[in-house]
């Protein structure tokens, strides 16, 4: 096993303690930072998601890969371009006022981020103006990202989604839901872009969305 390959079983099995240390081997030996990114890092969260899809993988794996790739990424930063890890642009998310749940968008983010975006985490209870301010605060976003765990916050979704379109700048962006009430109609009648049935699929989604012709 070569040393990239060892950084991708590192993710694939969630060992966050030593992951720098094999990023820093990888460095130490001349592999190249951005295949160490693409092949042993991002590579590694795809077969992670890929087999969270079959239902072959569940969310704790999901969640602590994630959080491995993290680390290793940290790592990595200082060797790579300045822009190397936000390749697709910035993605805003949040989960929608009223809502306080956090696990299914924190997975989200960090899939995203896995992807290469720059990830602005509002966290929860985000309202319209919140995501505003985040989506003029930044530059080159490209993905919305809005999450709700309940049915009584769809209709905050619906106004916040309502509100997003109603920007000057809505052309630059794309604007993508999920979570639990959340189906693909109902993405389509508030006005989002696109929907996401589960974290790997909001990533592959949101690498779709950015790098659509359209923006």
Request: charged content about 20%; cysteine-free.
């Amino acid at each position: 096993m070569n040393k990239i390959e060892e950084i991708a079983a590192a993710i694939e099995t969630g060992k966050a303690k030593i992951i720098a240390e094999l990023v820093q081997s990888a460095i130490d030996a001349g592999e190249d930072p951005m295949e160490i990114l693409n092949l042993g890092m991002v590579s590694a969260m795809t077969i992670i998601g890929e087999r969270f899809s079959r239902g072959e993988a569940f969310v704790p794996e999901m969640l602590i890969a994630a959080r491995t790739m993290k680390k290793g990424v940290e790592a990595l930063k200082p060797h790579l371009a300045k822009d190397a890890t936000s390749a697709y642009g910035a993605a805003v998310i949040g989960t929608v006022q009223g809502d306080m749940h956090d696990i299914g968008k924190n997975l989200v983010a960090m899939m995203i981020e896995s992807a290469g975006f720059e990830v602005i985490d509002l966290e929860v209870d985000v309202s319209l103006e919140r995501f505003v301010e985040a989506i003029r605060a930044h530059d080159n976003v490209k993905i919305v990202a809005l999450s709700t765990l309940l049915t009584t916050t769809m209709p905050a979704m619906k106004n916040i989604v309502a509100g997003l379109n109603q920007l000057e700048n809505r052309d630059s962006f794309r604007i993508m839901v999920g979570g639990a009430p959340i189906t693909e109609d109902f993405a389509r009648q508030i006005g989002a872009d696109g929907y996401s049935a589960d974290a790997a699929a909001a990533a592959t989604l949101a690498k779709t969305l950015a790098g659509s012709g359209a923006i």
